[in-house]
């Protein structure tokens, strides 16, 4: 039974969202928060996991979940839910598109669509940012602590190396190693 359920879930995470990886953060995080799949700051390392390494967010953190769930049979079902929907509509749209491009109604549903993408994007930075302060300060008020300070500085590092066109790739390690001398040190 938890294997329909993953792939319920899953194909109705890849069924309804629109925007891509982080749009559907959002969406990932409130399902399997509800299901007790995962804890907050796991679904956060989840996402993190999924951006670092290859392949799409969703199509990654639909594996992490499903392996914690139901293991390896989990992890297949959680991947093929949340990627049927995706290769159904694709398949659907590559028949219709030239027919119904210059449609009022398509150009309508797209115009709505994008603010909903930018919100729900919003929607999960905020929540990550306030489940890590929280994870960091542990619901205490905030304090400069060497743990606030790693990470503002692991920030700033990424941020600038980001503006200076540095590759996503090396930007990653940086924040891995500048991460690991953190926690070695004790600091996070």
Same mark, same amino acid.
């Given at each position: ?6 792939? $319920?879930? #899953?194909? &109705? ?10 749009? /559907?953060?959002?969406?990932?995080? @409130? ?6 799949? =995962? ?9 993190? $996991? @999924?951006?670092?390494? !290859? *392949? !799409? $967010? =969703? ?5 992490? +979940? *499903? ?5 390896? !049979? *989990? =992890?297949? +079902? =959680?991947?093929? *839910? ?31 669509? &994008? !603010?909903? %993408? ?7 930075? #905020?929540? @990550?940012? /306030? ?10 008020? %905030?304090?400069? @602590? ?5 990470? %503002?500085?692991? #920030? ?8 200076? &066109? +540095? ?5 990653? +390690?940086?924040?891995? %190693? ?11």
């Amino acid at each position: 039974m938890i294997y329909l359920d993953l792939f $319920l879930t #899953f194909f &109705k995470i890849g069924a309804f969202t629109f925007g891509g990886g982080y749009a /559907m953060i959002a969406l990932i995080q @409130s399902e399997v928060l509800a299901k007790g799949w =995962a804890a907050q700051t796991e679904v956060i390392n989840y996402v993190a $996991l @999924s951006e670092s390494t !290859p *392949g !799409p $967010l =969703a199509i990654n953190a639909a594996t992490f +979940v *499903g392996t914690k769930v139901g293991g390896v !049979p *989990g =992890a297949v +079902v =959680a991947t093929l *839910g949340v990627v049927l929907p995706s290769f159904i509509v694709i398949l659907i749209v590559a028949k219709v598109f030239t027919k119904f491009k210059e449609s009022f109604v398509i150009k309508g549903i797209m115009s709505g669509i &994008k !603010p909903a %993408v930018v919100g729900l994007i919003g929607t999960a930075i #905020f929540t @990550s940012i /306030m489940a890590i302060i929280n994870s960091i300060f542990g619901g205490e008020a %905030v304090t400069l @602590s060497p743990a606030l300070i790693c990470s %503002v500085v692991i #920030f700033v590092i990424a941020g600038g190396l980001e503006l200076k &066109k +540095v590759h996503p790739i090396a930007i990653i +390690v940086v924040s891995a %190693v500048l991460g690991i001398v953190c926690g070695y040190a004790g600091w996070i």
